[in-house]
């Protein structure tokens, strides 16, 4: 593959990882670097932006569509580059993270259309899975991947034409890799993530009759879906691949993205290839938005917040609408359930909520959606099968009988349940069983029969967060105070099967995050720091 002369790479400030060398060669860290040096400052700048527009959400109280875009969702003639083949048909996909042998097997072989490769939520960024995530794809697409288990079991790719589809999800703009260093700076997490996969992958994903896609998370306004527009356009140049191979999905996952849905389509028209609804980062966002607005956003326990509340159903039905209309693909929301063998009685009641969930976003024109365990991928499929039959999605369906307002964006008031002393007590358990996996290297976590990731364990600390700031009473009458929260944390910290280590980091860094006087953007990011 052409690669720019590799003088001034980035440099790699890291203990030996084995068989880093073939993904840290000296034209990857070369490309990677030339990524950084054009385009990190404009990084910079929309980060700074990102808290400049929440100082003024917390003065005004309410976001809008945008006036100065309004030509661009008023034009009704432009659409988003056709599909390719690979991505033509989506009706289930499966995540799980990339950094992990066996899971990528099994992903593969899943029988899901796509799989979203992990990088982001589902991964604990050490400098082992970042390295690994990158070597485990090059080799699943060389066909050189394999796994045998403690228990003598091996793992093997199945049939290549029976494989699902690679989407990649790099880490998000807000993240920095500090194994990586370009004229004594990180390299943005994002960046690095794109540029290795990019670099090792495009040409031979196009030989093998498929492309770079990728999934794009956190962003927040049309300017980032541009940033990544450019990234693309300046990484096919580089390295001599037609314009317009990569596709992305980009995730709406926060409130503000919400309201420019039809402007990120349109920046990344040319690569663009749908939207998907990151339901669970998208609580976290509302929840991080309007953490000091009042009652009024004051949202009850994360798990009576269902895809039936009117906010969320306002922001799922002008998803599709919006897909729709510009002809790209409309990806639903997480299926997290893990389902287990030994309680077939459980398991039963969870499936049929699965189900309930997938028809009902089959039904809403919805042309896929996610899973998070490979048992759970005939479920879904029997729902999309049931309204799609041959064909490969339905974006003939344009929804024009949707209209919603930013006020049914932000109607979070609207819901009935309250906040439950049994709701705080599994913001921390989970909270705290997360971050403890997390700072052992694990990005995906079952937890009480759900496949939990960071976005979750966000929603869980920012919660709290807003029920101390709140002042919220439960339902048992108790109210909410910082105190509250340390004592039940205490005792999840003495119930842990180790009350030191990694344990003892976990339950300080979430009353961190969960309690301190200034709300902390994203926990991944003091995490980081604790990060081996």
């Known amino acids: 593959m052409s690669a720019p002369a590799p003088s001034s790479p980035a440099a790699v400030e890291a203990p030996y990882v084995e068989r880093q060398e073939e993904v840290l060669t000296e034209a990857a860290l070369a ?21 400049e527009r929440r100082a003024e959400l917390a003065r005004t109280g309410r976001p809008d569509f945008l006036p100065e875009t309004a030509a661009v969702r008023e034009d009704p003639d432009w659409r988003v580059a056709p599909a390719p083949a690979a991505l033509e048909d989506r009706r289930v996909e499966i995540t799980g993270p990339a950094d992990d042998r066996k899971m990528t097997i099994n ?27 990158q070597l485990n794809l090059m080799d699943a697409f060389a066909r050189r991947i394999d796994f045998t288990g403690p228990e003598g079991r091996t793992y093997a790719l199945g049939p290549a034409e029976r494989l699902a589809t690679v989407v990649m999800r790099p880490r998000g703009w807000h993240l920095d890799e500090r194994h990586l260093t370009v004229d004594g700076r990180p390299v943005p997490g994002a960046l690095a993530d794109f540029g290795l996969y990019f670099f090792h992958n495009a040409r031979r994903l196009l030989d093998l009759g498929k492309g770079p896609y990728f999934y794009l998370p956190k962003t927040e306004s049309h300017l980032e879906a541009r940033l990544w527009n450019d990234v693309f356009v300046f990484a ?48 976290f966002s509302i929840i991080k938005n309007f953490r000091d607005a009042g009652e009024a956003f004051v949202l009850p326990d994360r798990n009576a917040v269902t895809m039936t509340a009117p906010f969320m159903r306002a922001y799922t039905e002008l998803l599709v609408r919006t897909c729709h209309k510009r002809g790209a693909h409309a990806i639903g929301g997480m299926a997290a359930f893990i389902p287990s063998r030994r309680d077939p009685e459980i398991n039963e009641v969870a499936l049929e909520k699965v189900r309930a969930d997938k028809d009902r976003e089959a039904g809403d024109g919805f042309d896929g959606s996610w899973v998070a365990h490979p048992d759970l991928v005939p479920v879904a499929r029997a729902s999309f099968d049931a309204v799609l039959g041959d064909r490969p999605h339905q974006k003939h369906r344009l929804r024009e009988d949707v209209r919603v307002t930013a006020d049914q964006l932000v109607a979070v008031g609207s819901l009935e349940a309250k906040p439950t002393i049994a709701g705080l007590r599994n913001a921390v358990q989970v909270g705290l069983r997360y971050i403890e996996a997390w700072l052992r290297g694990l990005g995906a976590v079952a937890i009480f029969n759900l496949m939990e990731d960071a976005a979750t364990a966000e929603i869980s600390r920012s919660q709290i967060w807003q029920w101390v700031a709140a002042g919220v009473v439960l339902d048992n009458g108790e ?3 910082a105190g509250l929260v340390r004592e039940v944390a205490a005792q999840e910290l003495a119930s842990a099967p180790e009350a030191s280590g990694t344990w003892r980091q976990a339950h300080d860094l979430f009353l961190r995050v969960a309690l301190s006087e200034e709300y902390v953007d994203f926990l991944t990011l003091p995490a980081y720091e604790l990060l081996e």
């Not at 990524?35 to 990084?43: K, N």
């Not at 593969?108 to 050490?126: F, H, I, K, Q, Y």
């Not at 314009?243 to 420019?260: D, S």
Request: charged content about 25%; proline content about 3%; glycine content about 6%.
């Open 31 to 51: 490309f990677v670097a030339a990524l950084h040096r054009r385009f990190t400052p404009r990084r910079d700048e929309l980060l700074a932006r990102r808290a």
């Open 107 to 133: 992903a593969l072989n899943s029988g899901a259309r796509v799989w979203l490769a992990d990088m982001e939520d589902a991964s604990s960024p050490t400098w082992r899975n970042v390295v690994h995530g």
């Open 236 to 283: 096919q140049e580089e390295l001599g691949i037609p314009r317009g191979t990569i596709r992305a999905t980009v995730l709406i996952e926060t409130i503000t993205a919400a309201f420019e849905m039809e402007e990120i389509l349109h920046e990344l028209r040319e690569h663009a290839s749908g939207l998907n609804a990151g339901r669970w980062d998208y609580l």
């Open 479 to 481: 109210k909410v105070t």
